[in-house]
């Protein structure tokens, strides 16, 4: 038995790595070093080729079909490489027990039942043929060498039959198997593909939320109403609930979308948003770490099921219209999704054929945003040498390109330097200016605030505000940041004077900051223009001696800073303000 095993299982390593290339390597070496003349020599090549191919024939779809359970790549590929090595292993360490073991107790049809079952695996059928090759010929070379051998089956029925045959030990019935075992795995992958999605929303919008409503109810009706306290986030929800679709006529709807998790414990993500995106239009979306930013991302582009709501993607529902609406967006993702062995240049000559721009144009469409991008220097190199920046640049090149209606960047900065950031915006710019509507999350809130149209924060899973990034200022920002610069030299009385003179002037300011030099003041922007504000201060420029001073209005990082305090309802109290 461990004579057999020892190059079934070899063998077995050799057809499971990589290639089909390296494969036949691999399998040459481990014939030359089992001494295996049986499997290459004459045309015997052939059928062992011909095995392996029917090998990955199987295999391919049903490790495709596999990976379906998984959710990370990365446990997808540890957990399948092992289930292809156990499940050759131990299939084969069954077979060759109840074969061996006369006496085992299992009834026939136990017993019948298994070895069926067993024929499922590819590894099994592999390990099958190999070995039954194997025996075939060596028992034919021996009868042929030792006519009379007493404890071998030489006679004419068992020699002249083929090793295609289906009986005794040859390799028919596992070659039968693997052929329709890779039909079958193939058209169950077709029928995944085309039901999932149904299946998906099925199971997630009325079994698993009909449950969770049943049991839930007081907390369904109360974190999924949709109200807001803000009136713009209030009056964008009544606006899209009031008028018919076509009415809005947006690139991108989003109507009472929420999405809920239901893992142990149920997490509520999204909760009830509603908000439209014309064309032309970027619209970023900001909150903290689990704000549910990347949840309400993930259902634009097709990777999770809304739990309620709908969306709709240049008019199509994306519940319904799933193929059609990805046809019709740009997707830079969080994490790259590069092909790593291809070069900038070959995978942008693919995804412009996706996108079906003419051949003629395909070098030039390409060339335009390599170039825009500033990556033509690499644009020849394999994408795994890539550094972390220049791979951010390509995937929203990538997304960038083509005709989509809607682009969807998730934090598409991450692990830029200045300038490569400078260049995205200039192209984000560009695409939201040729009427694309664009949305994206950040982190960075300057980056917001220099191209988008509009903005919303969300905190655990709501909108708190919605509008431009200048309305939200003026809204939330109803106080001016002071900056004093005094004179080294000046005296203690002076200072404490210009201080008095400042919560005097300005009632209602605070002083934020001090250091021997600066002084930081927030001061109420009510019933303070910035003509007085500036009319005042230069008067006490001089009355002070100060060196300088410097006005200006609230950041928008500042307006996103207000909401890291939970208890913050009153957002125009600058005290809470960092
Ligand atoms: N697949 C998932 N299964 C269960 N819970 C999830 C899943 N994905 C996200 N969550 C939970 O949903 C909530 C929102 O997460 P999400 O990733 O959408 O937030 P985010 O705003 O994008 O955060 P970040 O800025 O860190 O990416 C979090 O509480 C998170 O733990």
Known sequence: MRVRMLPTLLILWAAE?????????QEQVVFQLCELDVYVTGYHLLDTMFILMLYGWSAIPLMYLLSFLFSKSSSAYIKL????????????????????????????????FLFKSLLLLPN??????????????????????????TNLKCDKQNTEKSVYSLEGQTIGIYIIMMSTIGVIYLLLIFFWETNVWKLRKFLNQYIYFGIYKKYKKGKVS????????????????????GQPLEVLNSAVLIKELTKIYFNYPVVLAVKNISVTIQKGECFGLLGFNGAGKTSAFHILTGEEIATTGQVFIDGFNITDNIHKVKSRIGYCPQTDALLEYMTGREIMIMYARVWGVSEPQIQLHVRKWLGSLQLEPYADRIISTYSGGSKRRLCTAIALMGKPAVILMDEPSTGMDPVARRLLWDAVIQARESGKAIIITSHRVEECDIFCTKLAIMVKGKFVCLGSPQHLKNKFGKFYILKIKINTDTHKQTLDDLKNFIMMTFPGSTLKQESKEILNYYIPSTDNSWAKVFGILEDAKEQFS????????????QVFLTFAIPENKGLNDYNNVP
């Open 222 to 241: 109360k974190e999924l109403s949709g109200e807001c306290d803000d009136d713009d986030v209030e009056n964008e929800r009544k606006r899209i609930l």
């Open 81 to 112: 490489v092992l289930f292809n090595y156990l499940s050759g292993i131990f299939s084969l360490l069954i077979d060759v027990m109840f074969q061996s073991d006369a006496e085992n107790n299992m009834p026939n049809a136990n017993r019948s």
């Open 546 to 557: 100060l060196e300088d001073y410097y006005v200006s209005q609230i950041t928008l990082e």
């Open 124 to 149: 099994y059928n592999l390990a099958m043929c190999i070995i039954n090759y194997f025996t075939f010929h060596q028992t034919k070379n021996w009868c042929s060498k030792i006519m009379h051998a």
């Open 17 to 25: 790595n990589e290639t089909m290339k390296g494969k036949v390597i």
